[in-house]
């Protein structure tokens, strides 16, 4: 399976970005996907994970309230939508593919990654 993320940017604080994660191929609706970032000089972090079905969603609690994800089967898209955008959520976004049907918060069990949109948000 290979991951392609798109939709990063440059935005100002307070807008809005969606970013898009294509599969190569669609027997990555059965898996859970996640959506992790990487700011300069941190470690990869959580940021949000949807289960295999949509049906259910987590945040981390920095995104929780102003992102959403969503996944549509039939195309094997993940979307990451950021509302409210802060300067500290600029980093790189990449998501990931979870070998089970739903992921967890961190980056085991994700065997797939794409490889990473840049998300920068100026005050």
């Known amino acids: 399976v290979q991951l392609q993320a798109s939709g990063g940017g440059l935005a100002q604080a307070g807008g809005s970005l969606t970013l898009s994660c294509a599969a190569s191929r669609r027997t990555s609706s059965n898996n859970g996907m996640g959506w992790f970032r990487q700011a300069p000089g941190k470690e990869r972090e959580f940021v949000a994970r949807?289960?295999?079905?949509?049906?259910?969603?987590n945040y981390a609690d920095s995104v929780k309230g102003r992102f959403t994800i969503s996944r549509d089967r039939a195309s094997g898209t993940v979307y990451l939508r950021m509302n409210s955008l802060k300067p500290e959520d600029t980093a790189v976004y990449y998501c990931a593919s979870h070998r089970g049907p739903i992921g967890g918060t961190d980056s085991s069990g994700y065997n797939y990654w794409g490889q990473g949109t840049q998300v920068t948000v100026s005050s």
């Open positions: 949807i289960s295999w079905n949509g049906a259910i969603t």
